[in-house]
């Protein structure tokens, strides 16, 4: 069976819908699909549920496209996996992307209370069991395409072999071109990218640390910055240092913040999803920023 889906388009957003009310994150996805941005990647750690969000979300936009970024394979079995697949595909043709993740050890042990298993061989396994899955709903005219979440050369190379592609969260221009030599042409690259709409460097640094804080904590996103030639002295208790900062946030004007997204695409990126971080501190993305970066515009 093919897909109906392509390509994912050449950029989309990523962002949280959790500081919306329902008719806002209406509001807001009608908004980007208006703006010309082609997906809206949707997280899950502990807020609402992504997949009826997104099925409320398409009954009310036309075109935009429907990601999430990722789903926790630890919240969910396989079995359910495939349902949840298959009935996307049917509704949404063309426009939803499953995309999958293990999350982090500290949010599938002591949060969900799951045995945390090595990453590849338990994501592996999980794809071969979606593959096999018994779904006796109806079924979808064309597949739906999964992602998964690969920062590090084992798990890229299982999406090259085993999913339509990759969607690494966390990183550089210079990780998008490792992560390309390792996929080859064909698969999707969908890089995430954090962007602050602040030019002043303390300013923008500061809100930078404030929203990266949670996510270097976490040994598989550290493990893959070691990897790509930071040192444990970029990792200090008190902040990140500002090389890796600067290398994770884009900051600065319009022209400064559209660069580092070329950036991914002369990487080999297919796709980059942005996240725009408020400079207010509140929760929610910045609408200025993606209103400047917009395709439309």
Known sequence: MSEALEHPGRLGVWSSVDSFSSTEAVEFAQQIETWGYSTLWIPEAVGRDPFPMIGFLAAQTEKLIFATGIANIYARDAILAKAIKQTCAEM?????????????????????????????????????????????????????????????????????????????????????????????????????????????????????????????????????????????????ESEASDGLVDALVAWGDEDALRARVQEHWD?????????????????GPDMKALKLLAPAS
Not at 163 to 177: D, F, I, N, Q, S
Not at 267 to 283: E, L
Request: hydrophobic letters at 40%; charged letters at 25%; one cysteine or more.
């Open 267 to 283: 990487a080999g990126a297919d796709h980059v999803c942005i996240q725009a971080f408020r400079t207010d501190g509140k929760q």
């Open 92 to 236: 949404l043709p063309g426009r939803f992307i499953l995309g999958l993740g293990v999350s982090h050890p500290h949010l599938v042990s002591r949060l969900r209370g799951h045995e945390w298993l090595p990453p590849v061989k338990k994501m592996r396994e999980y794809l071969e069991a979606i593959e096999a899955g018994l779904y006796m709903g109806p079924a979808p005219e064309h597949e739906a395409p999964i992602v998964i979440a690969a920062l590090r050369p084992r798990m890229l190379k299982l999406a090259k072999e085993a999913a339509r592609g990759a969607h690494p969260y966390l990183v550089t221009p210079e990780h998008t071109r490792r992560a390309r030599e390792i996929l080859g042409e064909g698969p999707w690259l969908c890089p995430e990218q954090k962007v602050i709409l602040e030019s002043d460097a303390a300013t923008a640094r500061r809100i930078a640390r404030e929203n990266l804080k949670v996510y270097l904590r976490a040994p598989n996103y550290k493990n893959s910055l070691l990897e790509l030639g930071f040192s444990e002295a970029d990792f200090a």
